[in-house]
């Protein structure tokens, strides 16, 4: 089955470092790829998204990602995190060769920001 | 904005009990989705649904079931609560071609 991975569960960071959150994808097939952000008792926001173009996209709140297709990967990255970046990110996948329009969601990464 | 709105935040149902979520999207999107989320597993996708009347099984079917009446709504039931079915519940909708979704805010479900 084809699976995405986020390997770091947590992600303890001070304020004002830089961070990067990894995802990586199990499949070489085409695919479209997303960030979502959790923010406590919410549901969840879309941060970013790769569909064609640029290897290198940015979203919302000065977060930025680059799709590696020799290495199936999509990470997260940010140059300087605040308190309210806090949150739960996940990286999600759509795998073009399925017939239905789901996305495969990774197991998230929790961000923690401290002063 | 669009909107996906889940009617509770929090619910709290005894074992054995009925119990029924429901989900409004104002996009007139045909494709929806019932995902919960648990710590450590993320999100698994436990129906969805491509236009009304239309349900397929997702990853995790077994002890729900799914209504879509009308293209706005979509209902995940419970038919006999039990105690691992305590989660958080999460719809969302099909934005637009580019397939991303729009979630609802989610409800938390505790079955004691």
């Known amino acids: 089955a084809q699976s995405v991975t986020q390997l770091d569960s947590q992600v303890p960071v001070f304020e004002e470092a830089p961070v990067e959150l990894r995802c990586n994808y199990s499949?070489?097939?085409?695919?479209?790829l997303f960030w979502y952000v959790q923010y406590p008792n919410q549901g969840l926001q879309l941060l970013l998204k790769?569909?064609?173009?640029?290897?290198l996209v940015k979203g919302i709140n000065g977060f930025e990602a680059e799709f590696n297709k020799s290495q199936t990967s999509f990470h997260l990255r940010k140059p300087s995190v605040h308190i309210s970046d806090t949150a739960e990110y996940f990286c999600?996948?759509?795998?073009?060769?399925?017939?239905?329009?789901?996305?495969?969601f990774g197991t998230g990464t929790r961000l923690l920001v401290s002063p | 904005d669009v909107k996906v709105t889940q009617s509770s935040r929090y619910l709290v149902k005894r074992t054995g009990e009925k119990v029924f979520l429901e989900c409004v999207q104002d996009?007139?999107?045909?494709?929806m989705f019932w995902y919960r989320q648990d710590p450590g597993l993320g999100l698994r996708l436990i129906y969805f649904?491509?236009?009304?009347?239309?349900?397929e099984k997702g990853d995790i079917p077994e002890g729900y079931s799914v209504s879509r009446e009308k293209k706005e709504r979509f209902s995940l039931i419970l038919e006999s609560a039990s105690t691992n079915q305590t989660s958080m519940y999460l719809c969302?909708?099909?934005?637009?071609?580019?397939?991303?979704?729009?979630f609802g805010s989610g409800t938390r479900l505790t079955v004691v």
């Open positions: 969302a909708s099909r934005t637009g071609q580019d397939y991303g979704y729009t």
């Open positions: 499949s070489s097939v085409s695919v479209y």
């Open positions: 790769y569909l064609s173009g640029s290897t």
């Open positions: 999600a996948v759509r795998f073009m060769n399925t017939g239905f329009q789901k996305l495969v």
């Open positions: 996009m007139d999107h045909e494709n």
């Open positions: 649904s491509y236009d009304v009347k239309m349900k």
